[in-house]
């Protein structure tokens, strides 16, 4: 049987390119960027009581980690892309193998970004702790805020809600901390500071990364290297 379509059909079909393969691609990404740690797993088994950075590429390209946290035995699990909804289904990959001594973690700039509201952004926020307190009821963790990237200005408010609703619920619970990098990242007259950022003005630079490295060292306790 020969399927015939109409002209107005494909012209919506070219307006409206399909976008499931797009999200195929980035699924396959995902998972090979898990497997990846895994492997890496296998080859030298990361320490327990560690600290665990888990969220999106702020911290997969976060390079200079280990000279900007020296004297800290640190296990990244960042991923570029990574969304709440990411980081909850490679939960057991990605956070549940280290029993680390505390979690640092950054994401929801991307759900933003791509139309998820503020308050999912605090659900998944729960949702994430919830599974943590599951094993490991005590843990300290850390929610470093969505950033004020130039190139996502037009998000600022949605960004700034997010951050609100989260920080609200980090102060009534035990065990909860949160990191303020957007008001440390504005000018004094509240416009997003152009020289902290790379050339796509979303990923930070060395700069921008020492403002992180600022606020979260006097959360991370004491160094565990000589």
Not at 100 to 108: K, S
Request: hydrophobic content about 40%; aromatic content about 10%; some cysteine.
């Amino acid at each position: 049987m020969t399927v015939r379509l109409c002209p107005a059909i494909l012209l919506a079909m070219w307006i409206c390119p399909d976008t499931t393969s797009a999200q195929t691609q980035a699924d396959g990404a995902f998972e090979r960027a898990v497997k990846a740690y895994e492997a890496a797993d296998r080859v030298e088994p990361p320490p327990q009581g560690a600290i665990l950075l888990v969220g999106d590429s702020q911290f997969f390209r976060w390079k200079t980690l280990k000279e900007d946290l020296p004297g800290y035995t640190v296990i990244n699990r960042g991923v570029d892309g990574f969304q709440f909804s990411n980081v909850l289904r490679f939960f057991d990959q990605l956070v549940s193998p280290y029993k680390p001594r505390l979690i640092v973690l950054h994401v929801g700039g991307n759900d933003i970004h791509t139309g998820k509201s503020p308050e999912r952004v605090l659900d998944d926020f729960k949702t994430f702790v919830a599974k943590i307190r599951g094993t490991q009821p005590d843990v300290p963790i850390i929610f470093s805020s969505l950033t004020p990237s130039p190139a996502r200005w037009e998000e600022a408010e949605r960004r700034k809600q997010a951050n609100k609703l989260v920080q609200d619920y980090v102060a009534s619970q035990p065990n909860l901390r949160f990191i303020d990098l957007w008001n440390a990242m504005l000018t004094p007259d509240g416009q997003p500071r152009e020289d902290i950022w790379v050339a796509d003005r979303i990923h930070p630079n060395k700069a921008g990364y020492q403002i992180r490295v600022k606020l979260m060292l006097p959360l991370l306790g004491a160094s565990d290297q000589k």
